[in-house]
């Protein structure tokens, strides 16, 4: 009866044992796998940043050259009323010689 209750102590101690080294080999997989996932999500993370800055980039871009072609038309405007204002003043100009030789 002692042989076999330190049989069944062995048997208990062994199993103890067995279970400890599955539970620390899991708890290894468990912290390996975690480390996986953050790293994959980390990943992820650092790519939709990435093309959320590109989209900005491309955002602003096209804003820059929105702007730019208004104030190319603007531009355009004042340059045309500058060709028209010295156009009229040349016509003056042309007038008051015209005058001043016709007197």
Not at 28 to 41: G, H, I, N, P, S
Not at 47 to 75: C, F, G, S, V
């Amino acid at each position: 009866m002692a042989k076999e209750t330190i049989d069944a102590i062995r048997k208990v101690e062994l199993e103890t044992q067995q279970s400890e080294k599955d539970a620390h080999a899991k708890a290894e997989q468990t912290v390996r796998q975690a480390q996986a996932d953050a790293a994959a999500l980390l990943k992820d993370t650092e790519k939709a940043e990435r093309q959320k800055a590109q989209q900005t980039l491309l955002r602003e871009q096209d804003q820059e050259k929105i702007m730019l072609q208004e104030k190319e038309k603007e531009t355009s405007r004042q340059l045309a009323a500058l060709r028209q204002a010295a156009a009229e003043r040349e016509n003056q100009a042309v007038g008051a010689v015209l005058q001043a030789l016709a007197e």
